[in-house]
């Protein structure tokens, strides 16, 4: 219990004292007349009775007198939480004044600099000189792979943005990639200074980055003819098609790895050359945003394709003849090469492509020929108890000129030297090992 100050103390001790005498001045006045009245019919008190409500009135006096103290206690207890709270309304208040000032001040520095940066944008844009120089440092300066590895994008997006008020990108990962001299960081700093001679500039982030958006858009442009080339035949118009329905037709396809960065990049491209994220993604110049945007949809759409696959083949189950036909891939391994052949065909058969096998002796490396959408592709099968080498790469590369395919690939039981997979990629080649195999069979049979 606290302790109140003396001036309380003695006025509590006053007001104890007056209701004493008060009390004791109404004891005596009824005692006075009840012993005129001659109605007292008790025996007089003895003195351990009166001691009794002595102690009895002392203790009274006690209790009122700590209630008082409590209630004092109380109203100040009282008193202090409320001004507590409304202080603490005040900093809230005063704190949430200065976090919108900030939001505020903010916001014009982000709409200056995007003024600005339009602004430089648009006045490289119209220099036709340094615009056939970005033009040019793209086509023959800049490793061109820069644009299909998503962590050197992120790396100098990361740089750009934070260094600018606009949203910085939150990383991949803890690790921060940097951009190695093989990927042209040196003839990038080169082209930034020749562009300084012929254009004025009053903030370096801003040119740099009107630099990069404009790499950036003829990447787009780039990119997207490139994936028209792999795939374009293969594919229908997707023009008119929502981003979900594009990404099922990208699922779709058998001859490329399509889990692959590279490739989902590509096609990212692609998607962003016909305004696929307008609705989705507010700096539509900024790859790796549009990049994970489309994995979101990407892992989305599979889950539901791989669900649809699972019950269709289920619903084949039950109707189908309990005699229908299964495989393993161990019962793949013990298969002779035309058994091997036979079974490759059947499979693409499944996957809705029409089959040729080629004449088995002198195929010029091409052992199936399948079509779908008029897309030719050359298939070479290989049965191996060792994994398959650069000659069988070698071989169907030769067999694509020869039997005018657009595309060619190798699929094997085994799996492929480091050699062989890296001679595949320099060629566009694509490879099957055992466990695409594997996945494949099992979707199917």
Known sequence: MNIIDKEKQNELKQRLKVIKEERNKRSNKDSGELDNKN??????????????????????????????????????????EKCEK??????????????????????????????????????????????????????????QKIFLDDRVILHK???????????????????????????????????LELIKRYTSYDNEIILELSVWNLLSEIAVKYFSKEWMNLCGSYVNDMSNLPIEKCIDIYYGIDFIDIYANSNKLLFTYYLMDN????????????QILCFREFNKVFNLREKEILKKKELDNFEKMLYGREDRETYTINEIDIMTGIEFEIFIEK????????????????????????????????????????????????????????????????????????????????????????????KKIKEIF
């Open 39 to 80: 109605i007292i019919k008790s025996p007089v008190l003895s003195h351990s009775e009166w001691r009794k409500r002595e102690q009895e009135l002392q203790n009274r006096e006690k209790e009122e007198y700590i209630n008082k103290i409590y209630e004092i206690n109380e109203n100040e207890r009282i008193q202090k």
């Open 86 to 143: 409304e202080l603490l309304k005040k900093e809230e208040v005063e704190r949430q004044n200065v976090k919108e000032e900030l939001l505020e001040k903010k916001e014009v520095e982000r709409e200056r600099f995007l003024m600005e940066l339009d602004f430089m944008s648009n006045k490289i844009k119209g220099n036709e000189k340094i615009k056939k120089l970005i033009e040019h440092f793209f086509n023959k300066a800049m490793p």
């Open 157 to 191: 997006l990361v740089y750009l943005y934070n260094n600018c008020p606009l949203e910085n990108l939150a990383l991949l990962s803890d690790e921060r990639y940097l951009v190695s001299q093989e990927y042209g960081n040196e003839k990038y700093n080169m082209l």
């Open 275 to 286: 305004e696929k994220f307008n609705d989705i993604v507010s700096d539509l110049n900024n």
């Open 347 to 438: 499979l693409f058969q499944c996957l809705g492509y029409t089959t040729v096998i080629t004449k088995a002796s002198g195929d010029q490396g091409v052992d199936l020929i399948i079509v779908k959408n008029n897309y030719k592709i050359g298939v070479q099968a290989k049965c191996y108890s060792n994994k398959v080498s650069n000659s069988a790469i070698q071989e169907v590369v030769a067999g694509r000129k020869y039997y005018k395919c657009d595309k060619v690939m190798v699929v094997t039981n085994n799996f492929f030297t480091k050699s062989a997979v890296e001679l595949a990629k320099v060629n566009d080649v694509t490879l099957w090992n055992r466990e695409t195999l594997n």
